[in-house]
């Protein structure tokens, strides 16, 4: 989005659905009325089973999450992996695409302070950011975390945009 001659970081945060990292990013874009979307698995399969129809997806031919992941990751223009240790599993393989697929990555902690992002989002001109991290039973705490993390990027997305505005 631009205003003036401005530019305003992220427009739009997708994710794949899953429990915990996925799911608390579309929840706090719904909550907050952001725009959000992104690529389920066919039959919107999640580990919990079958994913919301209130959530603005849209489903691959496939039903393994690799190709969701690996779709996710191309149509952002970043990716912002959201871990309290190594990446492991999916979340790895998220980062392996991103790389392979040459979009900006970025890990961060969970207790990381979201206002460090903009500039990184301004720096690569991403737009559309698409962000991942462990599933709820991999990590217990994953969806309170980032969906804390979440709804504190949209307020700076927000803020930034009314403070831009000339």
């Known amino acids: 989005m631009t205003l003036g001659k401005l530019q305003i970081p992220c427009q739009k945060l997708i994710s794949g659905e899953q429990t915990g990292v996925d799911r608390a990013i579309l929840d706090a874009c719904l909550v907050n ?10 039959n919107r399969l999640a580990e919990d089973g079958i994913i919301s129809r209130k959530y603005p997806l849209t489903e691959m031919p496939e039903t ?3 190709y969701r992941t690996r779709q ?4 952002s223009d970043g990716t912002l992996i959201l871990t309290p240790g190594q990446p492991k599993g999916g979340t790895l393989l998220t980062g392996d695409y991103a790389r392979e697929l040459k979009r900006p990555l970025k890990t961060i902690h969970p207790e990381m302070n979201p206002k460090h992002l903009s500039p990184w989002l301004i720096c690569n001109n991403i737009q559309i950011l698409h962000i991942a991290g462990p599933r709820e039973s991999e990590w217990p705490e994953a969806y309170p975390k ?3 993390i979440a709804v504190e990027l949209i307020v700076q997305i927000k803020l930034y945009a009314i403070e831009s505005r000339p």
Request: charged share 15%; proline share 10%.
């Open 146 to 148: 980032a969906y804390q």
């Open 72 to 75: 996710n990751v191309f149509d």
């Open 64 to 66: 393994d999450y690799c």
């Open 33 to 42: 009325s952001f725009p959000c979307g992104g690529w389920c698995p066919k």
